[in-house]
């Protein structure tokens, strides 16, 4: 049996006459994993981050399990809560350390114990590679990748219901783009609801259920991974893949 855990209806952001998001409607069930591919600009990272509230939409519905997050009343500090976010750019603390950081968010906004906090962080770390020889360094002693593989550690640890990811390996060397892929495939297989924002073609044909392609801040197509990758039926959507997988 499907569980609906978000809808988003006819979502529309503007940045002064600058219509980046245009009307844009989509389904998320539990456990789905979904990719976002489209060119630079094509309001791939603002969809995501308007999901997050991190941007306010300027119209349209986001329902969360049949509930519109923007009514006036809504507590928007739960609902971000069970939505976890990795961005290109880690934001990480800098005067924490590893485990610290995957710890913060645990006790000053879910209250939790500081030794449930320590176990939670800990198991979450492990799991994405970030073993116990790391947890004492700060992230200026890290590599890209592994500051992500933090990142995304700490989103893990509040429990949340859905994942965002905006284009988490952009800022990586190449070296370390696939050691953040793995971490995300295995997150995949544990049966997270994922929304990635990607320009990695190969990972978005392998661990998702539903592939979006996004043009010019609309939906222009969405399909199963075949179906967008080997008979994409829009023009544009070809277009785009071409100069991808050449």
Do not use: C
Request: hydrophobic share 40%.
């Amino acid at each position: 049996m499907t569980q609906t855990i978000l809808e988003i209806k006819h979502l529309k952001k503007s940045f002064g006459a600058n219509h980046v998001l245009k009307d844009i409607s989509l389904t998320v069930q539990k456990g789905e994993v979904i990719s976002i591919i489209g060119s630079s600009g094509s309001g791939k990272s603002t969809f995501l981050r308007s999901i997050n509230l991190l941007e306010e939409p300027t119209g349209g519905e986001i329902l969360f399990h049949g509930q519109n997050v923007l009514e006036k009343g809504y507590d928007l500090t739960t609902y971000r809560e069970k939505l976890g976010m990795v961005f290109q750019s880690f934001n990480l603390f800098e005067n924490l350390n590893v485990l610290e950081n995957a710890i913060v968010a645990q006790t000053t906004v879910l209250k939790r114990s500081r030794s449930e906090a320590e176990a939670i962080a800990k198991e979450n770390l492990n799991k994405v590679g970030m073993t116990e020889q790391y947890w004492t360094a700060k992230p200026k002693q890290l590599s890209g990748g592994q500051k992500q593989r933090v990142a995304i550690a700490r989103a893990l640890s509040v429990n949340p219901e859905a994942m965002l990811f905006d284009e988490p390996t952009s800022a990586l060397d190449p070296e370390m783009v696939g050691e953040v892929l793995k971490t995300m495939k295995a997150l995949a297989e544990t049966g997270l609801t994922m929304l990635i924002v990607t320009h990695e073609m190969e990972f978005a044909k392998e661990v998702s259920d539903r592939v979006i392609f996004m043009d010019q801040g609309v939906i222009a197509e969405q399909g199963t991974p075949q179906e967008i990758f080997e008979n994409p039926k829009e023009e544009r959507t070809k277009t785009f893949l071409q100069r991808f997988l050449k």
